[in-house]
T-cell receptor, first 110, second 113 residues
């Protein structure tokens, strides 16, 4: 079957670095997504990893280890606007069906 | 603006009523989706259409009927609404490969009373 595990909540300080972990199980692998969702808003695409390693995009980086079924999202120089839920997700069998984790709610304190 | 737009944003209705939510995308994507996000914030896929054809139906009650008149539109009609249907419904679209991720609409908050 398919399963995604990520922490429910995390808190971090403005200006700091935070790492949000995600472990997953799937019978077929077609990549791993990270999405950001602010309260009351739509999810927005952050990253898509297909190969192992770290991909950096500005303050956000995403890491993938396919052999370990593990990914993390790294957020640097945290800002108050980064307070949001971060959803780990993967396509099941094809990109026509993305399975989302329940999300990690990140709170940034001054 | 290029986007996925869905209407209405809020919908409050009584049990037993029938309602529709409309979705349109002008991104040139060929695949569209409906997702349901419940009170625990779990996003679950309901339907997926590619070029007007249904490709995924995730054991959703047949009170829910999607309709895609063309590849830029995917509407959701719900019959005989129940209390448990209260949720936020998101429309989304993507290219067939999905590698650029999905673009989501702003959501429709449905409250059944």
């Amino acid at each position: 079957g398919q399963n995604i595990d990520q922490p429910t909540e995390m808190t971090a300080t403005e200006g700091a670095i935070v790492q949000i972990n995600c472990t997953y199980q799937t019978s077929g692998f077609n990549g791993l997504f990270w999405y950001q969702q602010h309260a009351g808003e739509a999810p927005t695409f952050l990253s898509y990893n297909v190969l192992d390693g770290l991909e950096e995009k500005g303050r956000f980086s995403s890491f993938l280890s396919r052999s370990k079924g593990y990914s993390y999202l790294l957020l640097k120089e945290l800002q108050m606007k980064d307070s949001a839920s971060y959803l780990c997700a993967f396509p099941y069998s094809s990109a026509s069906k993305i399975i989302f984790g329940s999300g990690t709610r990140l709170s940034i304190r001054p | 603006d290029t986007a996925v737009s869905q209407t209405p944003k809020y919908l409050v209705t009584q049990m037993g009523n029938d309602k529709s939510i409309k979705c349109e995308q002008n991104l040139g994507h060929d695949t569209m989706y409906w997702y349901k996000q419940d009170s625990k914030k779990f996003l679950k896929i309901m339907f997926s259409y590619n070029n007007k054809e249904l490709i995924i139906n995730e054991t959703v009650p047949n009170r829910f009927s999607p309709k895609s008149p063309d590849k830029a539109h995917l509407n959701l009609h719900i019959n005989s609404l129940e209390l448990g249907d209260s949720a936020v419904y998101f429309c989304a679209s993507s290219h067939r490969t999905g590698e650029d991720g999905y673009t989501f609409g702003s959501g429709t908050r449905l409250t059944v009373v």
